[in-house]
């Protein structure tokens, strides 16, 4: 356990060092965020590039912790797949951060980092049927793979919204997976300390994203974090309803946002809004501070929830946030026809 303790903090102290030599950069750059009056709320420039912090800290240390992570079932392949990946992001990242590209042009790296996985032999044999048993995928594996990391990278990228969001939620599911992997039924300390070194990278950023945020993740980073989420619950065993059940409030949201769009006549894809929901609770007057907290407390809810269920108890806990998630739409709904009719 000493060992886990001392990755931690070299992982978090390394992570806020390299945020202020990414501010430093970024202001040099000119590589800044400037507020506006309806989706950007905070008082000033503030740099972006954040997740150039992250990406570095994380791969550094899984570098020279790599003995520990080839213990398992896990080859360098893998690991090189996953690294890869997250290159394109970061500079599919850098450039959207500089030069504001078109969406057309953002997706493409998104892609490439799903296609560098996929190349790397990473792959879901199979998933628990909550009723008994397994569901083997076979072929279907490279499919659902793109469509779960592509879920995660979008969700991740439209959450980030208000400071601290995304790094906080991304810092409770790994470390979620962390204890999961850690544990005596499903022990895979290679996963563990992946998940751990995430973790840590993730709180130490935190420490300059908190409201009022010094930095911001970037395109790159509020990318990665949804992809390396993504990742280490397909390679800690498929067990993706961990995540599910941790970013469940936020997964749902991007999906409803999609539909509402879609309904619009609008491109979901294309078209950006403030009526996510982390958006509707600042509009109620809940704060930045107070909604970040809110979400956290979800998830951290949820995602503990999920170390104790089998498969059939992680289905109803998804079935019981989707029902959530269908009243506060019903809720925000009545709300927007109140404030027409008056």
Avoid at 35 to 48: F, Q, T
Avoid at 265 to 277: C, I, Q, S
Wanted: hydrophobic residues 55%; proline residues 3%.
């Amino acid at each position: 356990m000493l060992y886990y303790i001392q990755i931690f903090i070299i992982t978090l102290f390394l992570t806020v060092g390299l945020a202020f030599l990414v501010i430093k950069l970024a202001k040099k750059l000119k590589i800044t965020d400037k507020p506006d009056e309806e989706r950007k709320i905070h008082a000033r420039e503030v740099p972006l590039l954040g997740g150039l912090a992250i990406f570095a800290a994380f791969f550094i240390i899984l570098y020279f912790t790599r003995d520990n992570l080839l213990t398992g079932n896990l080859l360098p392949r893998h690991w090189l797949g996953f690294f890869v990946g997250a290159c394109f992001l970061m500079a599919g990242g850098f450039l959207d951060d500089k030069y504001n590209l078109k969406p057309a042009w953002q997706i493409i790296w998104p892609v490439l980092a799903i296609g560098s996985v996929i190349a790397g032999s990473v792959q879901i044999e199979k998933i628990t049927n909550p009723f008994g048993g397994f569901i083997y995928l076979g072929a279907v594996s490279a499919a659902l793979i793109a469509f779960w990391l592509l879920g995660m990278m979008y969700t991740t990228k439209l959450l980030d919204g208000l400071d601290g969001l995304v790094s906080g939620m991304t810092a409770i599911g790994s470390f979620i997976i962390f204890l999961f992997t850690m544990s005596d039924k499903y022990y895979q300390p290679d996963i563990g300390l992946a998940a751990l070194i995430l973790a840590a990278a993730s709180m130490g950023f935190l420490f300059l994203n908190w409201h009022p945020a010094k930095i911001f993740l970037g395109e790159g980073g509020s990318l990665f974090l949804g992809y390396a989420l993504g990742v280490l619950s397909i390679i800690s065993g498929g067990k993706i309803a961990i995540a599910l059940l941790v970013m469940g409030i936020p997964i749902l949201d991007v999906a409803w946002t999609i539909v509402r769009r879609l309904v619009a006549g609008k491109n979901p894809f294309r078209f950006a809004d403030n009526k996510h929901l982390h958006f509707r609770l600042l509009n109620m007057g809940l704060g930045v501070k107070k909604s970040v907290l809110l979400f956290y407390g979800v998830s951290i809810i949820f995602g503990l929830a999920a170390l104790f269920l089998q498969s059939k108890g992680k289905a109803l806990a998804l079935i019981a946030l989707s029902v959530i998630m269908i009243l506060i739409v019903m809720f925000f709904a009545y709300l927007d026809r109140k404030s027409k009719v008056a």
